[in-house]
């Protein structure tokens, strides 16, 4: 690591402490999305509005595999372009992008009519990949505004500030959804309308403070995105051949590869799982608005229990807490068992985001973070591609079986145990100081 760029203080981050602000504000700004849209109401407004008529599982599966395509393609194309922007020192230009790309896209979904599933699916996909692309270069940025040292907590402010808000933007929307008239809104229907395009005005402004006070080191010579993305394959090329020789990177993707899965399977398809079940819509956003706002003093704790227990015992915790609600909410009868679900998934899921992030930014080579992010996007997203997948096949399998819709939805997302189940085993045999110097050797 550049000596120049480390602080005095080994408290205080290396461009300062407006810079780690202005980072972790980019969270506040695309966690409207994440709320809003991907878990809130983009599963009611898909399988309500846009599939109305068909059946329940039939639209969960539309749903998931909407997903799934959007997490290949991103699979795909991140890791390349993460090398590419280390290449030409241009995390900010590609970050710029991509959140444009999802702001746009987001705001658009207001435009679907009803029946226009398909419509409805690519721009919720094309969004998800502005979603995925932008946090491939939001975390790459986490080494340069963050000591090692303090990587826990910054991590976990990011995600604290995003639970906060998240939950903000939600709270006005389900209130949009509740009283449409007191916003000049002629029904519900509308409100959700206008909440997509609130978002992507929330996700471009709130992202404005990242660019104005995040600096990446001067570049010597311009280089075109041809050549960058030129030379990104071929130092991703060469990190693919290399890479086989660092086994602890390699087993830390396999774990999280399995753990983060079931969380952002849980995300995407709760509120889906609830409505199959025979919940109201309105009980199942207001879970979720509880959740947000659990959400954000549990990732600042997440982030001083690192500290204290160490990260990777922090995280194994969250995943044990993830097993235990997969398995109960598979159970689940009322409205009550909902919401203690929802409390439960509010006091982990910023933790376990945050530490693995950080985690893994510790043992990655110090000089090419947006690569390796984008290995780390790219491990995520082919979960994706997995976890809504095999929720959504399960429950046709199970219908298929002769199993009712309630029994088949449960055991879809009783699957999901099985990911926290293996990612869980995987971790336990990550050693931080081994991969941390194979991270150093790269």
Request: glycine fraction near 12%.
């Amino acid at each position: 690591m550049n000596k120049s760029k480390t602080a005095t203080n080994p408290h205080e981050p290396p461009q300062g402490r407006r810079s780690v602000w202005g980072w972790a504000l980019y969270d506040w700004a695309n966690s409207a999305y994440a709320t809003t849209v991907m878990a809130g109401f983009l599963p009611v407004f898909f399988k309500e509005f846009c599939c109305a008529g068909a059946d329940p599982v039939v639209s969960t599966a539309r749903l998931g595999l909407t997903n799934a395509a959007a997490g290949l393609v991103a699979a795909l194309l991140f890791p390349l372009l993460g090398a590419a922007a280390d290449r030409g020192r241009s995390r900010k230009r590609f970050l710029l992008f991509f959140m444009g790309l999802g702001a746009l896209t987001t705001a658009c979904l207001s435009l679907v009519q009803a029946g226009q599933w398909p419509l409805a699916a690519i721009l919720y996909g094309l969004s998800l990949l502005g979603f995925s692309g932008g946090n491939v270069f939001y975390d790459a940025l986490l080494p340069l505004v963050s000591s090692r040292r303090d990587m826990d907590r910054v991590s976990a402010l990011g995600y604290a500030l995003g639970y906060l808000g998240g939950g903000i933007l939600l709270a006005v929307n389900i209130w949009m959804t509740i009283d449409p008239a007191r916003f000049g809104l002629a029904d519900p229907l509308q409100a959700v309308r206008a909440s997509f395009v609130s978002v992507g005005l929330w996700w471009l402004f709130f992202s404005i403070p990242l660019f104005l006070l995040v600096r990446e080191p001067a570049v010597e010579k311009r280089i075109s995105i041809g050549g960058m993305l030129r030379e990104g394959w071929q130092s991703l090329a060469g990190t693919i051949r290399k890479i086989r020789r660092f086994p602890t990177i390699l087993l830390f993707l396999l774990a999280y590869w399995f753990y983060i899965d079931g969380v952002d399977t849980i995300i995407r398809m709760a509120v889906d799982y609830g409505l199959s079940l025979g919940f109201a819509s309105k009980d199942l956003i207001l879970a979720l608005l509880m959740a947000q706002f659990i959400g954000f003093p549990a990732a600042l704790a997440f982030g001083r229990l690192g500290d204290r227990i160490g990260t990777k015992r922090a995280i194994l915790l969250a995943v044990g807490v993830y097993l235990l609600v997969t398995i109960g909410g598979s159970l689940m009868r009322t409205r009550e068992d909902f919401f203690i679900m929802a409390a439960a998934i509010g006091l982990v899921q910023g933790g376990i985001q945050a530490l693995s992030r950080s985690f893994y930014a510790r043992i990655i080579p110090p000089d090419r973070p947006a690569e390796f992010f984008g290995f780390f996007n790219m491990v995520g997203k082919f979960s994706v591609i997995f976890g809504p997948a095999l929720i959504g096949l399960a429950g046709l399998a199970a219908r298929a079986a002769g199993f009712e819709g309630p029994a088949a939805s449960r055991i879809g997302i009783l699957s999901v145990a099985l990911l926290f189940l293996a990612g869980g085993t995987l971790l336990i045999f990550v050693e931080e100081e081994k991969g941390r110097k194979e991270g150093a050797d790269l």
